[in-house]
Each structure stands twice: as structure tokens, then as C-alpha cells.
């Protein structure tokens, strides 16, 4: 069974940067939609980015100019590079893995998450 694991959380200042990645345990899943969520304490976990098939993105309207999503096609692996973060971009990020080429809301696989922490 392919599992995804993210790596690259921790602790930052404000201000400053962190780089997340996501790998499936196998190769696969190359021509589906990837993208992150967050779970901030005591909210719903929320969508923060999605690149399809293609290599087109969209972000959550809180992380444009701040958050960069890409992707190695070759590996297939999933990066989340975060900058000018402030405290409430505090949370744990999940990546996932879509259903189809194009994003939508319908996910098929999920990581464990990475705990980003950024301090005042």
C-alpha cells in the first residue's frame, strides 16, 4: 500500500523560512493532482495549495506571495517552500494525493503531517 511522507516541519521565527517535502513510498500517483493542508490548533484543517498534472498552481488567498508549491515530476515528490511566516501559519501540513489529473476536492490519499511552529 503507498503511504506519503512529509518531512522538512519545525520550529522558525516570524519572518523567517521553512521547506517541506512530500514522497510517496513508492512511485506513483505521477499524473494526479497533489496538494497541502494545514491544521492550525483549534481550527479545521484547510487547503493551502495544489499543483495538477500539469504543473498549474493555486493558493489559499492567506499564502499568495508567501508560499511556493512545486513539484518533481521525475520522483514525484511535493514541496512546500513557506517564507515570511508569521504565528499563524502555525500548524501541521498534510500533503495528498487527488482522485484526478485536474484538483478538486476529492482526495484519495493522505500523509501523517509535519508540525510547523512559528514563534512571535
Known amino acids: 500500500q503507498v503511504s506519503l511522507a512529509e518531512s522538512g516541519g519545525g520550529s522558525v521565527q516570524a519572518g523567517g523560512s521553512l521547506l517541506l517535502s512530500c514522497a510517496p513510498s513508492?512511485?506513483?500517483?505521477?499524473?494526479?493532482?497533489m496538494a497541502w493542508f494545514r491544521q492550525s490548533p483549534g481550527k479545521e484543517r484547510e487547503w493551502v495549495a495544489w499543483?495538477?498534472?500539469?504543473?498549474?498552481?493555486d493558493y489559499a488567498d492567506f499564502v499568495k506571495g508567501r508560499f511556493t508549491i512545486s513539484r518533481n515530476f521525475n520522483r514525484n515528490i511535493l514541496y512546500l517552500a513557506i517564507n515570511s511566516t508569521k504565528p499563524e501559519d502555525t500548524g501541521t501540513y498534510y500533503c495528498?494525493?487527488?482522485?484526478?489529473?485536474?484538483?478538486?476536492?476529492?482526495?484519495?490519499?493522505w500523509g501523517r503531517g509535519t508540525q510547523v511552529t512559528v514563534s512571535s
Open positions: 499543483i495538477n498534472s500539469g504543473g498549474f498552481t
Open positions: 513508492i512511485y506513483a500517483y505521477s499524473g494526479h493532482c
Open positions: 495528498a494525493v487527488g482522485r484526478e489529473t485536474y484538483c478538486s476536492n476529492d482526495y484519495i490519499l
